[in-house]
């Protein structure tokens, strides 16, 4: 249901039960979020990586969340893409 609120291809949803994507991800933030945090993990956050990214050495161009609210601005930037 999350991911069919972004109708584009490249769009790819994770269930990361053991937190692995989520703490990578916080790290490569490099900061705190403003939101999307629930017992100390992410969480329902849309995150865009640019076409030359690399995980675990690119940070993304957009990250926000939770999904729902997201995803407005999320579509916006895929179109440049």
């Not at 030359?52 to 893409?81: C, I, M, T, Y």
């Amino acid at each position: 249901m999350v991911q069919s609120r972004i109708s584009d291809s490249r769009v790819i949803q994770y269930w990361d039960t053991d937190h692995l994507i989520a703490g990578e991800l916080q790290h490569q933030l490099g900061s705190e979020p403003s939101c999307c945090k629930r017992d100390g993990v992410l969480w329902d956050l849309a995150a865009l990586y640019g076409k030359e990214a690399q995980w675990g050495n690119s940070a993304p161009l957009f990250a926000d969340g939770p999904v729902v609210d997201a995803s407005p601005n999320l579509e916006k930037r895929l179109e440049h893409l």
